[in-house]
């Protein structure tokens, strides 16, 4: 019988997914196989469904048709589909940022109860930065008039988003000329859409500078407001411990999930499970608590700022209902398979979506909004706490304990580690002693051994005296592998070891959320700011190694965009056209100062990323 190593390395999920089939379950793996072999055309880009004369395809072996019936190749069809993949990812981003931008509107006008201004230092600084004044006015005042500024930001009556001012002179100089600055974050994407019409722009260059500043709209943009307002309101995150993996499911408790991207929902659950009156609930249902645990980036936000235990990432999901420990999985959108609905009717947890623009199959509706939000958390607690009488203890399994973790190294975080500025850092990469920094971030991929992309490619890089920075499901792969606690350091070679040991703090840092590669951004660029060159000229370099999202497509074009190197390690579809494989493998060098690799084996990809950085290194005449 299989052990289930090939399909992960974490045991929790091997022993999971060993039950999920013994109880009848179809997971993502499954479904993969059943898939196989999949479409070769997909794969390569030159299938095309944009008008009804269509679907059309090009044979890639030059035998059959070159061209759709509109005319469109090969390399206009792969560069149409690539820009619309960077526009769904910079959509979904920059409409998770919108719904803060909504709740900070609300909270200063005093209609979201339950919502307030945590931070009110950085509603003051981005307030300034916005150019909106904050003497003598309430911090209500400011959060509407912000969030009143950064709606501008989202139209036309910008020549460019207010953001992009964080980047160094030199990259916004080359943005310049071009022509890649976002005007609006919602005008880009809206534009691509245009473009990618049929006969619109037909030109697969042209097409890809448009997709490369849809990509830095959601960077600069719709990323970087998400991540900004979310400490707003609900705090700049500080490194503490936390746990991870399904071990931190408690046998005991009424268990809570909270799934998908926005800490808007999850935060007023939280409240409610903190309220005496639901634990004392829960205690009168035969539960020792209620315990709150997070999946994906909706957990990655909880786990930032309160320590939240985490669950899992993206291919944990289903595996999580199969515990049959859990009472209620709360979503928002983003990332959430629609077959958990399906894997949840085998088992007693009930599922709630919450979002207007995300329902699913078999999960009950409960629609939040700044308004209801604490009402509506409160009654889904509630009938969690209830559901904990229909648990059937004989299915319950929960296959390992948990594994300590730490978390919360928002930017303020890091330099307030490094006593308050970022030169301590700058000096220990000009001594050699950290040789640079690596950004290892994105999915699981069932196409990849579940975290062995991740683990193995960070373990290799910190190693090598590279700082990485983790965002997304990366975060729990490394976590659950005990890379990010103090003690990993021993796991990193000699000058990261020495100064992870003075600081305290793990070789591979916990960052947040996806929206929070902004983080990652902004430090790239104050770095460059504090030293006086380009980001293209940093010892930088960037991954995702089992990425599979839209929106991990658009991370990796703004990080190539802002000058950073990125290796992924799942094939984009592109290899259809040579031309734009061609330009996104090594052209891009030429225009952007960075460019991608595409690399399936996490060693040799660390290897790659090493090299850059040494190269890097070398132009700058530092110490290799
Ligand atoms: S846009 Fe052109 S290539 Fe695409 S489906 Fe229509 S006719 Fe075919
Ligand atoms: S890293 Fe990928 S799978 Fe994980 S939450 Fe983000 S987009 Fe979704």
């Not at 009804?52 to 759709?68: A, H, L, S």
């Not at 700049?236 to 399904?246: A, Y």
Request: include cysteine.
């Amino acid at each position: 019988m299989s052990d289930y190593k090939e399909y992960s390395i974490c045991k929790d999920a091997q022993l999971t997914l060993k039950k999920a089939h013994e109880d009848g379950v179809e997971t993502a793996w499954d479904r993969l196989k059943k898939q196989e072999p999949q479409c070769g055309y997909c794969e390569l880009g030159v299938s095309c469904r944009i008008c009804v004369m269509g679907p059309c395809r090009i044979d890639p072996f030059g035998e059959g048709p070159q061209r759709g019936v509109c005319g469109a190749d090969a390399d206009i069809i792969v560069a149409r589909n690539l820009a619309r993949m960077i526009a769904s990812g910079a959509a979904s981003h920059s409409d998770h940022g919108r719904d803060l931008v909504e709740v900070l509107y609300k909270v200063g006008l005093g209609k979201a109860p339950g919502y307030t201004i945590k931070d009110p230092e950085k509603l003051k600084r981005i307030a300034t930065e916005y150019g909106v004044p904050t003497a003598d006015l309430s911090n209500e005042e400011i959060a509407k008039r912000l969030a009143e500024a950064i709606m501008e930001d989202y139209g036309m009556k910008k020549e460019r988003i207010t953001f992009i001012s964080r980047a160094p002179r030199q990259r916004i100089e080359l943005w310049e000329k071009l022509r890649v600055i976002p005007r609006g974050i919602d005008r880009e994407t809206s534009e691509i859409m245009h473009r990618t019409h049929m006969g619109v722009d037909n030109d697969y260059v042209s097409l890809l500078l448009a997709a490369v500043r849809n990509s830095l709209s959601d960077g600069y943009g719709g990323s970087m407001v998400g991540t900004e307002l979310s400490d707003i309101i609900f705090g700049t995150p500080k490194p503490g411990m936390s746990e991870v993996n399904l071990g931190v499911l408690k046998e005991d408790q009424v268990n809570i999930m909270v799934h998908g991207h926005s800490p808007v929902v999850s935060e007023m659950v939280g409240l409610a499970v903190n309220d005496k009156e639901m634990v004392a609930l829960a205690k009168s249902k035969g539960a020792a608590g209620i315990n709150l645990a997070g999946l994906c980036c909706t957990g990655n936000e909880l786990m930032m700022r309160w320590k939240i235990p985490m669950a899992g990432n993206h291919l944990m999901t289903e595996l999580t209902i199969v515990t049959g420990a859990v009472e209620s999985i709360i979503v928002d959108y983003q990332c959430i398979m629609p077959s958990l609905g399906q894997v949840a009717q085998c088992y007693h947890t009930k599922l709630y979506s919450t979002s207007d623009k995300a329902k699913f199959p078999f999960m009950e509706h409960v629609e939040f909004t700044p308004e209801n939000a604490k009402a509506q958390a409160y009654r889904i607690v509630k009938e969690s706490i209830e559901n904990f009488t229909r648990r059937n203890k004989l299915k319950v399994y929960i296959p390992v304990a948990p594994v300590k973790t730490m978390s919360g190294f928002s930017v303020e975080a890091i330099v307030g580690a490094l006593g308050g500025s970022l030169t301590p850092l700058i000096d220990a990469i000009k001594a050699g002693k950290i040789k640079g920094a690596a950004g290892v971030v994105g999915c699981n991929n069932p196409k990849i051994k579940q975290d062995y992309g991740h683990v193995e490619l960070i373990k290799r890089l910190i190693a090598n005296d590279i700082l990485v920075l983790t965002t997304g499901c990366a975060n729990v792969a490394a976590g659950k592998a005990g890379l990010q606690v103090p003690e990993a350091k021993e796991m990193a070679g000699p000058g990261l070891k020495e100064i992870c040991g003075l600081l305290g703090i793990p070789p591979s840092l916990h960052v947040g959320s996806c929206v929070d590669n902004s983080r990652i951004v902004v430090i790239a660029c104050a770095l460059a700011n504090a030293i006086g060159v380009d980001i293209a000229q940093l010892p930088l370099a960037a991954a995702a190694p089992e990425w599979y999202s839209e929106k991990a497509a658009t991370i990796a074009f703004y990080a190539v965009a802002s000058g950073i190197f990125t290796v992924l390690g799942v094939m984009p579809p592109i290899l259809g056209s040579k031309k734009v494989a061609e330009l996104a493998t090594s052209g891009l060098n030429n225009v952007l100062g960075a460019c991608f690799a595409v690399e399936p084996d996490p060693i040799k990809a660390a290897d790659l990323m090493k090299n850059h950085i040494v190269d890097k290194r070398k132009k700058l005449g530092l110490p290799i």
